[in-house]
């Protein structure tokens, strides 16, 4: 009885990430136990608990993501997962189903960056993290990473305009449609000062520096991927890992978390004081993160995820995230003035946002990949 449970367990486990059980065989592992737990597959052994991931990407990429582990472990950031080979000896198993790793399972909890002391101690491990990845000279191709974030925000001013060709095609407004027409001229002014800065700031120097440097993102710097355990916190799934400059993860965290502290200006700098106390952030690289920091990603992944549909929100819902949103438009706004006048950064401040009143404290909108 108990046996065929444990077997119907081990199926639906392999079932949630679309796994085939057959290749646990390559690693010849005494289960007792398998869950699954978010995308991956928590394995209790007589060795300790394993995680096992399923990944359907390229042999290089899967090699990448090994070799920044590696690179990274080499260089004293050892908090993160290592490859466990097969009894074979290969680094992970190739399959009809996919490509299967398996590492050591992080003991800990999930970080909640609601705690001032955990989104610290995030920033100060971020920096450990770049620090760790320099010189990360892979034999792996990978394609060009290079963002060109004023490009992309140029993307998202046509998209204003798709939206509102896609308003005109209505027979009646929406509260979300009407909310979005009265503010669309504010959007419009934050995301074209945006790209304005960024064009003025040292954008192209601090990437050509990352290039010379072979600095590695994690690319998604999230409270999902941070396990505390007492006062260490380990960084998993690197499945966004790339090349690129310290500054994308530093701003998709602040943009990603700041929001939870009303961006309040103390706490902000508090957050790039930790991670400065390990990694200086040079005066060129703080300019182009006060740039970054002007688009208000947010409020317009609200946007986004409206006409595009990709929430299956309810549109009152939509109109609710979108006012508070642009109410903390104006927070951010007073943080990066914040950042201009400490830093003595040669830029203009931002001063686009409109005074929401009436609105309920912040909700969480999303935890994606920043803009």
């Known amino acids: 009885m108990g046996k065929k449970k444990d077997e119907r367990d081990l199926l639906e486990a392999f079932d949630g990430i679309g796994g085939d059980p057959e290749v646990l065989r390559e690693w010849d592992l005494p289960i007792d136990k398998v869950k699954k737990v978010r995308g991956v597959l928590k394995i209790r052994t007589a060795v300790g608990n394993r995680m096992l991931k399923r990944l359907t990407v390229s042999e290089e ?17 050892t908090q993160v997962p290592r490859f466990i080979r097969t009894k074979y000896g ?13 590492t050591e399972w992080f003991s800990g909890k999930e970080a909640d960056l609601k705690k001032p002391k955990n989104v610290f101690l995030a920033a100060e491990t971020l920096a450990r993290f770049h620090l760790a990845g320099q010189e990360f000279a892979s034999r792996i191709e990978q394609p060009d990473t290079r963002e060109d974030f004023g490009t992309i925000w140029g993307t998202y001013r046509a998209k204003l305009e798709s939206y509102d060709h896609n ?3 209505r027979r009646e407004l929406t509260v979300m449609d009407t909310s979005f027409r009265e503010h669309r001229e504010d959007l419009e002014k934050m995301i074209k000062h945006a790209q304005h800065q960024l064009e003025e700031s040292p954008y192209e120097e601090i990437l050509d520096w990352a290039e010379e440097h072979k600095t590695i993102c994690h690319g998604s710097y999230s409270r999902q991927n941070l396990i505390v355990d007492k006062d260490k916190m380990a960084v998993v799934d690197f499945d966004h890992c790339h090349y690129g ?28 004081d930790m991670y400065r106390s390990v990694r200086e952030i040079s005066a060129e690289e703080m300019t182009v993160l006060a740039a970054y920091l002007t688009f208000p990603t947010r409020t317009f992944q609200v946007v986004e995820s409206y ?23 104006s927070a951010r706004e007073a943080f990066v003035q914040e950042l201009i006048t400490r830093y003595g950064l040669e830029m203009a401040a931002p001063d686009f946002a409109p005074q929401i009143e009436g609105v309920e404290d912040y909700a969480d909108i999303d935890e994606s990949s920043s803009v």
């Open 167 to 169: 308003i005109e095609d």
């Open 90 to 102: 290969d680094p992970y198993v190739v399959h009809e189903t996919g490509l299967y790793y398996l």
């Open 61 to 77: 990429r899967l090699q990448f993501i090994q070799a920044v582990t590696d690179h990274l472990a080499a260089n004293g950031f």
């Open 245 to 272: 400059h310290p500054v994308h993860d530093i701003g998709g965290m602040l943009t990603r978390y700041m929001p939870r502290y009303d961006w309040d200006p103390e706490v902000g700098i508090s957050i790039l």
């Open 307 to 329: 006409f595009e549909r990709t929430k299956e929100w309810e549109v009152d819902r939509f109109a609710s995230r979108f006012k508070k949103a642009l109410k903390l438009d």
